[in-house]
């Protein structure tokens, strides 16, 4: 009976060494809680039942183990299927951030261009009204001097013609005594001569009137022709550029609206981008170890169980 007991203690000590020493080498605390409970239930009891006892405790263990394993393999493929999308994610938003991003900046570039061209068109279509009122004073001043110049000239044309035809009519008029023979007087000679004098003074005024009246008209017509050309190219230009103006105030109004349904639609992105890479800070450090695989788990629980 003692050579009995002696040799079960002996058996007993090698399989609770043998687990204590597989747990210090795998660093495994299920293995080390083994070795105790083994320990403990040789120490609480004798005879075959003990080994049947531990034998239990063994296959408790392995089941629980691979178990163990097969959970961790499941755990793997969760955070492998988990790291993948979010990382798959996380490229997908910041690329479209990037996009949205760039979008923003041309068309805020392009607005930035516009508004400087519409502020050039402003300036020339104040530069024309400008210079079409400095012109539309002047052209009125000149007509009002015109009207008044050939008002002068006229009347004095009109004057003249007026006096040349009554000179003539009273040179020319016969008198009463016309029949009567009368001898020839020098002053009547020199009163001739007088009248030729003054009605050729007045000839030369009436031409100098007309051809001064004259000039005055051509004035006024190539004035009046070079103020209504003037005119029409403001005219031509204003429209042009109030076109323009027109046109680049509805592409800005369109690009600004572009660039605010891109903002938007970045704070979408970025707020999702944002979800997702604090989700993967907080995925990232349970995934990062690499779990043994349940292959290599097994074949480790299997050299255990030999060596038990």
């Not at 809680?33 to 005879?47: C, D, I, K, P």
């Not at 009347?155 to 009567?180: C, H, K, N, S, W």
């Not at 450090?285 to 038990?308: F, H, Q, V, W």
């Amino acid at each position: 009976m003692q050579s009995g007991s002696h040799s079960s203690a002996i058996v007993s000590g090698k399989v609770v060494d043998a687990i204590k020493t597989l747990g210090r080498k795998q660093g495994d605390v299920a293995l080390s809680q083994l070795s105790l409970r083994v320990q403990a239930a040789f120490e609480m009891t004798a005879g075959p039942d003990v080994f049947a006892k531990v034998r239990g405790m063994v296959t408790e263990m392995i089941d629980k183990l691979v178990a163990e394993a097969a959970e961790e393999a499941d755990h793997k493929a969760w955070c492998d299927k988990e790291t993948s999308e979010a990382q798959e994610k996380i490229a997908d938003h910041t690329s479209t951030v990037e996009k949205l991003t760039a979008r923003i900046d041309k068309a805020s570039a392009a607005i930035a261009q516009l508004k400087e061209s519409m502020a050039q068109l402003q300036t020339e279509l104040a530069d024309i009204a400008k210079q079409q009122a400095k012109m539309n004073e002047m052209r009125a001043d000149e007509k009002a001097a015109f009207a008044v110049t050939k008002k002068d000239m006229t009347d004095g044309v009109e004057g003249i013609t007026m006096a040349l035809q009554l000179l003539r009519d009273y040179y020319a008029a016969p008198t009463d005594d016309a029949f009567v023979q009368q001898p020839e007087v020098s002053v009547h000679a020199a009163s001739g001569d007088a009248a030729t004098g003054i009605i050729g003074m007045l000839e030369v005024a009436q031409s100098d009137f007309s051809k001064l009246l004259a000039d005055a008209e051509v004035e006024e017509e190539a004035a009046s022709k070079a103020y209504e050309k003037m005119t029409h190219e403001n005219e031509v230009a204003k429209t042009m550029k109030t076109a323009d103006l027109k046109y680049q105030t509805k592409e800005v109004a369109s690009l600004e609206k572009n660039v605010a349904e891109h903002k938007e639609d970045r704070e979408g992105e970025q707020a999702e981008l944002d979800a997702v890479s604090e989700y993967y800070a907080k995925v990232k450090p349970g995934c990062t170890t690499k779990p043994m695989t349940y292959e290599e788990r097994k074949k480790r629980r299997e050299s255990e169980i030999a060596g038990l």
